[in-house]
Structures are given as structure tokens and as C-alpha cells.
């Protein structure tokens, strides 16, 4: 048993925070909540004393790229080092995402299966991961790991993260299949360029046919994954959409097709803007990936903004890989900066990304019956979220009840 107290309780879910709250945690849950005048202290539990903290739930990134290292295709695709050294490099960042407060962390491509179940066993320290694997795509999407030279990249075939070329509906099928075959938590595609695609590829441009949309979510539903796809605007967003995937990545010109939005309430699709990635473009991109970012800004920020009008949950995701890893708090700041309150901001990480990756019941609030997954922080990040950037406000780091940083005590 352990019990933290004192705290100023943010729990995930809106609500306003309590002042000098109880949490008792037994092994790997949270047993009860409360403060000194309703619950009394298991006498054999260790205290830990965090007056003056606040407690929030464990952070989740609904999309990063932990395996990445620069958009370079050097550093992406793992040629300018032995892979055994790139293998450890990664696992120093999985460290360095928990302990600056991440618990949980989608990854959006790129990271083998093996990642996720090395942190289960505990053979290295790390969030809870959820892996797709690679990002699927037709021939000549933004899923095919080909240069402008046309050389592929000569790290595949890799059994452990599979190319995600594919094409056809039985193409679509087959390679779904293969992903969760190879480990795929989570299925992940593209429909549309992006900011760092190749020029010629922009952010509305489509590079799937429809029955292959249909039939690549159809198969991942049967197969009880969800899916989330990156779309960012034009014909590739609405079709992803109306297909029903779980959750639109980017997004950045809902904005042009407002009706999307109720059909994303409907269907209960969330909304990963990922701000991070497009100020890392907006200044350091290529030119088009320049260019790109800067004229998807306002669109991007609107969306958002219709999004929340509409009752649509959008959840944070850094999209990091290709500039920093460890701040991936940097995208609670965006969307405070995008419109969202702090408090929206904080859920967007926590209870709402939750539920956008399908563990809701289980992380994303404090609350008793779930996973002990706690974070306490120095300040109160309500009256200023970018406390939280890099970890730096972070001194107290619990995963399923166990503690992974304690600089308190
Ligand atoms: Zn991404």
C-alpha cells in the first residue's frame, strides 16, 4: 500500500481540483480518494508526503514516433548508426518520455512491437506503449519508405515492423493483417501528404482510392483494433471520415468542410491536431514543408476551434521524432495557445486521450479501480501548463503503482 498526500488533486476529468487530497494506492490501482476527514491511512502503507504538489493523472501522447531521429533520411530510416546502438538510443528516450511525466504514449509509426513488450516485462523503463508498426499507404503515399532518388530504404524488410506499401482492397486486407500479425496495437494510415511529404504530395492531396479506405478500416474493426488515420484536408479527409476510422490525425482543414464535424460526433472519432510537428516546419522545414505549415496555420487553429464547438474530443499528440523528444507536454501549451482552457488542455492529455486510444476505463483520470498512474508536479499546472514542458515541474513519476521517479522524498 502507499498513500500520497496533501495534494492539490487534478484528476483528469474538468472537474475543479481538491485541496489536500488522499490517494491510497494498492499494488497496481488506485483504491480510494479523499481527504484526512474521510479516509484514514492504512497504517502499514509508506507516505508519501507531496504537500503544496499537484497530482494529475499520468500523460498520454496520442501520437508520437519514439523509433524516429530527424527527417533526414539518415536519421528516419537508421543508416548513420549500428542499429543495436539505435536500439538503446530509443530506449533512452522511452526513459526520458516516462520520467518527464508520460505514462502512456501512442506511437504513430515506426517503432517495432518488441519496444512495448520489453517495458511489460520490465527489461527497460518506459510508458505503456501502443504500437502501429508503419504507417500504411498505397505506392507513392507517405507510407513508402522510398527516397527522391528512388533508392528504398535499406533497413526492410524488417519482419518486426513490416512496410506499410499496400495496395488494393485485398492489399489493404492482407497488410492489416500483417501488422497485427507483426505486434500492431493500433492500426495507422495515411490518406493525404503532409507537411514533410515529398513535394508534389501536399496535405490535400489524396493517394488512396475509396474501397481501399473502406476496406483497410473494415478489416482492422474486424480484427478489433482501432484506427487512426493521418488525413489533413480535401477529398482523403472526408473519405477517412465518413469510413469511420477512430481518429483523424492533423485535421488541419476541418475547417473547409464543417459538416465532417458532426459525422465525427456521431461517430465518435477524436481529433489529434498534433500543433507541435507544424511549428518545428513552420520554421525548420523543408521549403515546401515551410511553405506548408504556414499556410495550414490559421485553417489548423480553426479547426481546432470548430472541433470544441462541436462537441468533437481533440486529444494531444506531438507527432515528435523529428526535432526533440521528452517534451511532449510542448502540445498541452499548443492547444491552450490554439483556444483550449488549461483544464480542456490537461484533458486533452489525460481522460480524452484516453479514451481516444481505448484504455478510458482503465488510465486518463484518478479515480478508484483504475491504474495507479500518477503524476505529481511542483505548481499548479491550471495557472500555467507550460510548467509541465520537458518535465521540468515533474518530481514524482507512478506507473501501474509502481514508482519510476521520486524526487520528494
Ligand atoms: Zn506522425
Not at 511529404?197 to 482492422?220: F, H, Q, R, T, W
Not at 469510413?243 to 488541419?252: C, N, P, R
Not at 523528444?325 to 484533458?347: K, R
Amino acid at each position: 500500500m502507499k498513500v500520497i498526500k496533501g495534494v492539490k488533486l487534478i484528476d483528469g476529468t474538468g472537474g475543479e481540483p481538491i485541496n489536500d487530497a488522499i490517494i491510497v494506492i494498492n499494488a497496481d490501482r488506485i483504491e480510494a480518494i479523499g481527504t484526512t476527514s474521510n479516509i484514514s491511512i492504512p497504517h502499514n502503507a509508506k507516505i508519501i508526503n507531496a504537500s503544496g504538489m499537484s497530482l494529475l493523472p499520468g500523460l498520454i501522447d496520442c501520437h508520437d514516433h519514439l523509433a524516429y531521429f530527424g527527417y533526414d533520411i539518415a536519421g528516419r530510416w537508421g543508416l548513420d548508426e549500428r542499429r543495436s546502438t539505435r536500439y538503446m538510443r530509443i530506449a533512452s528516450v522511452l526513459d526520458q518520455t516516462l520520467v518527464s511525466g508520460y505514462t502512456t504514449v501512442r506511437d504513430a509509426g515506426g517503432l517495432d512491437a518488441g519496444f512495448r513488450d520489453a517495458i511489460d516485462q520490465k527489461l527497460i523503463s518506459g510508458p505503456r506503449l501502443q504500437v502501429s508498426l508503419s504507417i500504411i499507404s498505397p505506392t507513392g503515399g507517405v507510407g513508402e519508405e522510398t527516397s527522391i532518388s528512388g533508392y528504398e530504404n535499406p533497413n526492410f524488410p524488417d519482419p518486426s515492423v513490416p512496410s506499410g506499401v499496400a495496395n488494393g482492397v485485398e492489399g489493404m486486407r492482407k497488410k492489416v493483417r500483417e501488422m497485427v500479425h507483426a505486434g500492431a496495437d493500433v492500426i495507422k494510415f495515411a490518406t493525404t501528404g503532409g507537411a514533410s511529404s515529398k513535394a508534389g504530395l501536399g496535405p490535400k492531396d489524396m493517394v488512396i482510392g475509396l474501397d481501399e479506405i473502406n476496406a483497410l478500416v473494415d478489416e482492422a474493426h474486424h480484427l478489433g483494433k482501432r484506427v487512426m488515420c493521418h488525413a489533413l484536408g480535401g477529398p482523403g479527409l472526408k473519405h477517412a471520415i465518413e469510413a469511420g476510422v477512430d481518429s483523424i490525425e492533423h485535421g488541419a482543414y476541418l475547417d473547409e468542410d464543417p459538416d465532417l464535424l458532426e459525422i465525427m460526433l456521431q461517430k465518435d472519432i477524436f481529433f489529434t491536431p498534433t500543433f507541435s510537428v507544424y511549428t518545428f516546419h513552420e520554421k525548420f522545414g523543408t521549403p515546401h514543408g515551410k511553405e506548408r505549415a504556414l499556410d495550414m496555420k490559421e485553417h489548423h487553429i480553426r479547426s481546432v476551434q470548430m472541433a470544441l464547438e462541436a462537441g468533437v474530443k481533440v486529444v494531444a499528440g506531438t507527432d515528435a521524432g523529428g526535432w526533440i523528444h521528452g517534451n511532449n507536454a510542448q502540445e498541452i501549451t499548443c492547444l491552450t495557445n490554439a483556444g483550449m482552457s488549461p483544464s480542456q488542455a490537461i484533458m486533452a492529455a489525460t481522460k480524452n486521450a484516453a479514451e481516444c486510444i481505448g484504455l478510458g476505463k482503465e488510465i486518463g483520470t484518478i479515480e478508484a479501480g483504475k491504474k495507479a498512474d500518477l503524476i505529481l508536479v511542483e505548481g499548479n499546472p491550471i495557472d500555467d501548463v507550460s510548467i509541465l514542458e520537458k518535465g521540468a515541474s515533474v518530481k514524482f513519476v507512478m506507473k501501474d503503482g509502481q514508482i519510476y521517479l521520486d524526487s520528494i522524498s
